[in-house]
């Protein structure tokens, strides 16, 4: 199963966090690709919020839009797979919803409730740790991209009624996360983002198996 990781390039060097979670991909059986996105010190006209969004949009889309065949898997370099999230399970989950006609929301922090018009799902689902894209969603995904704003990428997905998106198994993951996020600088706030710290030494209490045989339903 291919995944598609989008990254930055500082000096020439990519994101010194990008190897820790390109390895955990490798690790689990994902065939990883790299991308290359904007850096925003070297493109001081896009603004923190709007870098990801870009991202999809200028990066991503352009590159393998003519090279997928059912779909494709987005993740950020602060992605870090539970070890449920092999790609035979994530593949069986996808196909029990819809997933080559539905975009699909699999790694992300918290969903906030949110009050219509605004939001007129009623909520806001923060983070966009690992998408997946289907290839009957691109053309539409790119028209509504190009349409919008460059904004979050949080706030497009949750508020766009035109495409066809899913969380992925929402109860399951009130209770544990299928990807984490690894602590970093926020490229947004420049704040620090509180995450998995893989140099602890109980790393494999947080990233612990899930109950395969619970969750199969």
């Not at 990801?52 to 352009?62: A, E, W």
């Not at 289907?134 to 997905?157: D, I, R, T, Y």
Request: glycine share 6%; charged share 30%; proline share 4%.
């Amino acid at each position: 199963m291919d995944v598609y990781i989008i990254s930055y390039k500082i000096e020439g060097k990519w994101n010194s966090m990008l190897k820790k979670s390109k390895k955990r991909f490798k690790e689990l059986g994902y065939n990883v690709f790299l991308v290359e996105g904007y850096n925003l010190k070297q493109n001081p006209g896009i603004k923190p919020n709007q870098v990801c969004y870009l991202n999809l949009l200028d990066k991503v889309i352009p590159l393998i839009k003519n090279k997928i065949k059912k779909g494709f898997l987005l993740a950020e370099d602060d992605a870090y797979l539970q070890d449920i999230l092999t790609p035979k399970y994530l593949l069986y989950r996808l196909k029990k919803n819809n997933y080559l006609n539905n975009i699909i929301r699999i790694g992300y922090q918290k969903n906030l409730k949110q009050k219509p018009p605004y939001y007129p799902n009623g909520n806001y689902l923060v983070g966009t740790q690992l998408l997946w894209f289907p290839k009957n969603q691109m053309k539409k995904l790119e028209f509504e991209l190009n349409k919008s704003k460059a904004q979050h990428l949080n706030g497009f997905l949750s508020k766009n009624l035109n495409l066809d998106i899913k969380i992925l198994d929402e109860k399951i993951q009130k209770k544990k996360k299928y990807v984490l996020e690894l602590e970093h600088i926020s490229t947004t706030t420049g704040k620090t983002r509180k995450g998995l710290k893989l140099n602890v030494k109980n790393i494999s209490k947080k990233t612990k198996k899930l109950n395969v045989k619970k969750l199969k339903k």
